[in-house]
């Protein structure tokens, strides 16, 4: 089943604990990208890749890093979480956004105390 | 660069009634725009997409959505609503170089018995 994968779905960690989340498309898609959700807010989008080892900040990149060494992976890292950054995070990834769209994972809660 | 608004945070609307869902724009040069729908706990899914040609755009599950130049809008609408069509729905509005995806705020539709 074509689809892309986030772990973990649900994490609570403290303040200052490095974490990361991972990204996992199986559709061959060179566009990946994530976004945050908050209430009222919509998704804002954090950074995209459009291609293996070629990645770009979105609208709201302070305090989140990511790499992009294989095609198929993107994971995003919290190098020192904040509770500002408490959030319901999405993966999503594309073959061409104009004619297709995003194909988006299920979300990952993460809760920072 | 481009921006996209929800005016309502919330519609409620009792099963078989009609709803419009209202989406304006902002973007200096050629419009892409997107309707997504997120199912609770789900990820977000395409509902239709505004390229070019005509201006009445059909998508999945009975929903429409109506592109007009002159007041910068692109509302969804559904001749009339069941109870699974309860979710949340994003407007969205592409840039011209086709990688990066704006989102409105989100309305979310509750659809009553």
């Known amino acids: 089943e074509a689809q892309v994968t986030q772990n973990p779905r649900y994490l609570i960690t403290v303040t200052g604990k490095k974490l990361t989340v991972t990204c996992s498309q199986n559709?061959?898609?060179?566009?990946m990208s994530w976004y945050r959700q908050d209430p009222g807010l919509g998704l804002r989008q954090i950074y995209y890749?459009?291609?293996?080892?070629?990645?770009d900040k979105g609208d709201v990149p302070e305090g989140y890093k990511v790499s992009r060494k294989e095609k198929r992976n993107f994971p995003l890292i919290l190098e020192s979480p904040s509770p500002n950054q408490t959030s319901l995070y999405f993966c999503?990834?594309?073959?061409?956004?104009?004619?297709?769209?995003?194909?988006f994972g299920s979300g990952t809660r993460l809760t920072v105390v | 660069a481009q921006s996209v608004t929800q005016l309502d945070s919330q519609v409620p609307v009792f099963e078989e009634a009609p709803v419009e869902l209202r989406c304006n724009y902002s973007s200096s040069v050629s419009v892409y725009l997107f309707w997504y729908v997120q199912y609770p706990n789900q990820g977000l899914q395409l509902l239709l997409k505004y390229l070019s040609g005509s201006t009445l755009v059909k998508g999945i599950n009975g929903f429409e959505a109506e592109f007009n130049k002159s007041q910068t809008s692109f509302h969804l609408r559904k001749p009339s609503v069941h109870i699974s069509d309860t979710a949340e729905y994003f407007c969205a509005v592409l840039n011209n170089a086709g990688n990066m995806l704006t989102f409105g705020g989100g309305t979310r539709l509750m659809v009553k018995p």
């Open positions: 559709m061959n898609h060179e566009y």
């Open positions: 890749s459009m291609n293996v080892e070629v990645t």
């Open positions: 999503a990834s594309s073959r061409g956004l104009l004619l297709y769209g995003y194909t």
